[in-house]
């Protein structure tokens, strides 16, 4: 395995920084000459480092060791980098774990923002780093990998950014500068797949069959991992040829028999609608839908919701934009453009024809998460009349965008400039009626104004539904920082909060033989403002904490999870 990492340490209960920098594994003598070289060219900043003994995936890994920073600018562990490759070890439970729990609880998302001496500037840009709970008889044996994508492996042995990702372009190599037709190859490498990332920083899902994948946006960023030992298997290699539209949505739906998922055409802007049995890697094409509004690109699909019987494909005004993708510094909305004029939109396909059932206009809005949908019959006669979508909804404000810039991040915590986001709910008739209605489905003020990273209990996935576990938030703040239940038939919400933390998407866990939606558990990590981090467990019902269990250091904030039965 490629040589391990090291970064300067930190440990609970103590702040880090907000520039954490990652090197190779060095000599102490190596490290002291960096060392006088950083006191030379910046006066005002010491750092100690210690190199981290190399972390053996075993009983117990070695944690990173405490370390003191004077003088510099400290910002939440959650926007900082993971101090090691890897760590596995038992965590000390606070509580009481209920005994049918009994599985693995997987997060992904980035937890390394920067290379050699380049920091990223995107939530969206860092490395992927899984996160694993595994819970055993009221125990729980924890760990962290970084993902050993291409990009990674190729940042890390040139020590730069080798690979296009959310925000981040590779900077062209010197001999290029006074190479004209560089720019031309730039371009061809863009559109032909090469130059984009197999960073799957996003989701983690369990396929019908027991695989388990890694996910981002990018089609050859879906990448096999061992949910056990957390190590990279390879690329899941798609059997068929759909991989030349080079994105596809970072959401699939997948249940035990299929996977669902789209993939947006950017020649002739639309979206194939594919299905995947378990146990295969052929994607089928069911059908296709074209974009109705007059812009280039289609809009962007980071997810979307299915029924029993449907396909709900979203089109926003928020849309990808071949002049933004190009460019090498980002604007504000990165590689998307904002389009309120092309009108917004909601199509319908059969799962079973692939026919277009309806195709709605509804007011512009902004999502990044889908969190169910369902038939309803209004008439009584036995036959869905309208289907309901419920998303998380930034009130067409695409600010949210760049609000989640590491700087931005790191350098408001505390100040109250979150943009506003509810639960959006669409009603979309099936009667061939040309409007749909997009309204807020629980008062927002109830969970602080904050809606995202949301989970339901998946065994009413695609049915009607009363649950929502998400992020809400306990303003002031720069991000969600408290977990919300909230009751989307009596409009009521429940809040789980405290001082300086920074929790991840709570994933429900339901109770094997449960009548109740809401009897299960719910699972997340939280990231403190003084350093340190715990795993969190919430009773589905009450929304009151059972039990907790601290890791020995500061994890940063992740994404998307999911839950691995125990065989």
């Known amino acids: 395995m490629a040589s391990l990492i090291t970064t300067k340490a930190m440990m609970s209960y103590h702040h880090v920084l907000s520039s954490t920098r990652i090197t190779t594994l060095c000599s102490d003598k190596a490290i002291e000459n960096q060392q006088r070289k950083a006191k030379l060219q910046f006066s005002h900043r010491f750092f100690s480092r210690r190199t981290i003994s190399a972390a053996v995936i075993n009983s117990a890994s070695p944690v990173p060791e405490k370390e003191t920073v004077e003088d510099e600018r400290r910002c939440h562990v959650a926007w900082t980098s993971v101090q090691q490759e890897k760590w596995e070890g038992e965590l000390t439970v606070q509580g009481t774990i209920p005994t049918w729990l009994n599985g693995t609880y997987l997060r992904n998302g980035p ?4 290379i050699g001496d380049h920091d990223f500037r995107h939530l969206f840009d860092g490395y992927s780093t899984l996160v694993k709970l595994e819970f055993n008889d009221g125990r729980i044996f924890s760990g962290h990998r970084l993902l050993e994508s291409d990009a990674y492996k190729a940042a890390k042995k040139h020590k730069k950014l080798c690979y296009r990702e959310f925000s981040e372009t590779p900077r062209p190599a010197r001999s290029n ?37 890694c996910l981002t946006e990018t089609q050859k960023g879906s990448i096999l991992v061992d949910h056990d030992t957390l190590e990279t298997i390879g690329k899941f290699k798609y059997d068929d040829g759909l991989c030349d539209h080079m994105i596809h949505s970072a959401h699939p739906i997948v249940t035990e028999r299929e996977m669902w998922t789209l993939i947006p055409d950017l020649v002739k802007p639309g979206y194939r609608v594919v299905r995947m049995e378990a146990g295969s890697n052929k994607r089928e094409v ?20 299915v029924t029993e019987n449907y396909v709900l494909i979203p089109e926003m005004p928020l849309r990808y934009s071949v002049r933004n993708l190009l460019r090498a510094e980002p604007t504000p909305l990165y590689k998307f453009e904002w389009c309120p004029n092309d009108g917004a939109f909601v199509h319908v396909m059969s799962k079973l024809t692939g026919e277009i059932v309806a195709s709605v206009e509804v007011p512009a809005y902004v999502t990044f998460h889908f969190i169910n949908a369902y038939e309803e019959d209004e008439t009584g006669e036995g036959k869905a009349t309208v289907i309901i979508a419920d998303c998380c909804e930034h009130n067409a404000d695409t600010r949210i965008l760049d609000m989640l810039r590491l700087h931005t991040l790191r350098s408001s915590h505390g100040d109250d400039v979150l943009p506003d986001a509810r639960i959006g709910r669409f009603r979309i008739p099936l009667d061939g009626s040309k409007y749909g209605k997009l309204e807020t489905a629980v008062e927002a003020e109830k969970h602080g104004r904050a809606m995202d990273m949301c989970s339901i209990n998946p065994l009413y996935l695609g049915l009607k539904y009363r649950y929502v576990y998400a992020c809400g938030a306990k303003r002031p703040c720069n991000f969600p920082n408290a977990l919300s239940k909230v009751d989307i038939v009596e409009k009521n919400v429940k809040m789980w909060h405290e001082h300086g933390i920074i929790p991840s998407e709570p994933f429900f866990v339901p109770r094997p033989g449960a009548t109740h939606e809401d009897d299960g558990v719910v699972i997340s990590i939280v990231s403190e403002e003084n350093g340190g981090s715990y795993a969190i467990l919430l009773d589905g019902r009450t929304f009151e904490e059972i039990a907790r269990a601290k890791f020995p250091y500061g994890l940063p904030y992740g994404l998307h999870g999911c839950w691995i039965p125990k065989d």
Request: include cysteine.
């Open 111 to 114: 937890g390394l923002w920067n």
């Open 177 to 213: 500068f006074k190479n004209p037709f560089s720019g031309v190859g730039e371009i061809v490498k863009l559109f032909s797949g090469e130059s984009l990332t197999d960073n799957a920083n996003t989701g983690v899902i369990r396929l019908g069959d027991g695989r388990v994948m």
């Open 286 to 305: 069911v059908g296709r839908v074209k974009c109705r509004s007059g812009s280039w690109g289609p809009g962007w699909v980071h997810s979307f919701a």
